[in-house]
T-cell receptor, first 115, second 114 residues
């Protein structure tokens, strides 16, 4: 499967635990985006990364949330000390560089449930 | 700042009929791109169609076409010969050259009646 791979598909955490969401972009894509979808809502941008760089994190909550895209390995969205309000579907998308208006290809998402 | 508005939360269409989903947007950029994404119950995000703002010709992909009215900042999606598999949420999205994020509307739930 050459698409964007996200895992896990479903993640259950108790309040106060940490959640780690992983995203492997499509082959040849060096740009990764994370979006959050609350129930009955559209997707909201969180962060845009290139390899080893955070380009735009204007949509990230100031506390408890962090993202990285290391030189090797998948992009990670990390949520510390989760709360009930973090329950949502988290989508990763990737795109190739240097193509204006390049469509973003999405993974299947990770559904995070907080008990 | 960019905004995307989908004012109809739900629509219904009879199988084999045609339906149009509305979307308006706002941006101060002159270079931008518009997309429609489909999200079926499986929750995948599937790209349906893409439109470059500098192109006057409306994009078409098989049964899907758009009516792009740049002056009115309107970008509607027309689905012809609707099929049961078209039932899903549809999101309109805006991408500008100034930043790389997509700005999504709230979506519209389309149901298809057999």
């Amino acid at each position: 499967n050459a698409g964007v791979m996200q895992n896990p598909r479903h993640l259950v955490r108790r309040r106060g635990q940490e959640a780690r969401l992983r995203c492997s972009p499509m082959k040849g894509h060096s740009h990764v985006y994370w979006y959050r979808q609350l129930p009955e809502e559209g997707l909201k941008f969180m962060v845009y990364l290139q390899k080893e760089n955070i380009i735009d994190e204007s949509g990230m909550p100031k506390e408890r949330f962090s993202a990285e895209f290391p030189k090797e390995g998948p992009s990670i969205l990390r949520i510390q000390q989760v709360v009930r309000g973090d329950s949502a579907a988290y989508f990763c998308a990737s795109s190739p560089p240097t193509v204006p208006g390049r469509p973003q290809h999405f993974g299947d998402g990770t559904r995070l449930s907080i008990l | 700042a960019q905004t995307v508005t989908q004012s109809q939360p739900e629509m219904s269409v009879q199988e084999a009929e045609t339906v149009t989903l509305s979307c308006t947007y706002d941006t101060s950029e002159s270079d931008y791109y518009l997309f429609w994404y489909k999200q079926p119950p499986s929750r995948q995000m599937i790209l349906v169609i893409r439109q470059e703002a500098y192109k006057q010709q409306n994009a078409t992909e098989n049964r899907f076409s758009v009516n792009f009215q740049k002056a009115a900042k309107s970008f509607s999606l027309k689905i012809s010969d609707s099929q049961l598999g078209d039932a899903a949420m549809y999101f309109c999205a805006l991408h500008t050259g100034a930043n790389s994020k997509l700005t999504f509307g709230k979506g519209i739930t389309l149901s298809v009646r057999p």
